[in-house]
């Protein structure tokens, strides 16, 4: 089953303790992103990468790493999280561009807080 | 930069009755993609409908259909003979077609609750 795994699915962890989220797509998509979900702001997409070892910035940033190492992973790093960081954080993945872009396929969504 | 608009936050329908959601955005691009996503309550991203810029016909998915106006920027869902499954948050977002960036670019969504 074509699918984008996120782990864990629930996590409470305190202010400063570094923490990583996983995300793992099986469709050997070349694109891969991470975006954030917040009340009122919808989702904002924090980094993207659209192979291996090529990573960029997204809208939010700051506060974040990701690396992209192989074809199948991207996780994402908060070395230092803090409260604001508190929030609802999707992996997403894609084909590639233009004309063999067909949809974003989503992860079940990483459910954060810091406190 | 482009820019997504949903105004209404919130929006209720009763069972299978028709409801339209709204949605405009900002771009200068001519060549991008429009989407419908909807969240239910177990928060998973599903992609309702999309609807290339180019193509003049507007997109339909079973009981989803859009308006597309390209010149007027806007975007609209229609659900028709509504489901309470349908009770979801349901966004609006939109994505340029080159330039090496797929990013989708989120409305701030519009939750949608469907009484029996």
């Known amino acids: 089953e074509a699918q984008v795994t996120q782990n864990p699915r629930y996590l409470i962890t305190v202010t400063g303790k570094k923490l990583t989220v996983t995300c793992s797509q099986n469709?050997?998509?070349?694109?891969m992103s991470w975006y954030r979900q917040d009340p009122g702001l919808g989702l904002r997409q924090i980094y993207y990468?659209?192979?291996?070892?090529?990573?960029d910035k997204g809208d939010v940033p700051e506060g974040y790493k990701v690396s992209r190492k192989e074809k199948r992973n991207f996780p994402l790093i908060l070395e230092s999280p803090s409260p604001n960081q508190t929030s609802l954080y999707f992996c997403?993945?894609?084909?590639?561009?233009?004309?063999?872009?067909?949809?974003?396929?989503f992860g079940q969504g990483t459910r954060l807080t810091v406190v | 930069a482009q820019t997504v608009t949903q105004s209404q936050p919130e929006m209720s329908v009763q069972e299978a009755e028709t409801v339209t959601l709204s949605c405009t955005y900002d771009?200068?691009?001519?060549?991008?993609?429009l989407f419908w996503y909807k969240q239910p309550p177990s928060r998973q991203m599903i992609l309702v409908i999309r609807?290339?810029?180019?193509?003049?016909q507007n997109a339909t998915e079973n009981r989803f259909s859009v308006n597309f106006q390209k010149a007027a920027k806007s975007f609209s869902l229609k659900i028709s003979d509504s489901q309470l499954g349908d009770t979801a948050m349901y966004f609006c977002?939109?994505?340029?077609?080159?330039?090496?960036?797929?990013?989708?670019?989120f409305g701030k969504g519009t939750k949608l609750t469907v009484n029996p």
């Open positions: 977002a939109f994505m340029k077609l080159q330039g090496g960036s797929e990013k989708l670019v």
């Open positions: 771009t200068s691009e001519n060549n991008y993609y």
């Open positions: 469709m050997n998509h070349e694109y």
């Open positions: 990468s659209m192979n291996v070892e090529v990573t």
């Open positions: 609807q290339e810029a180019y193509k003049q």
């Open positions: 997403a993945s894609s084909p590639g561009q233009g004309d063999f872009w067909t949809e974003a396929f």
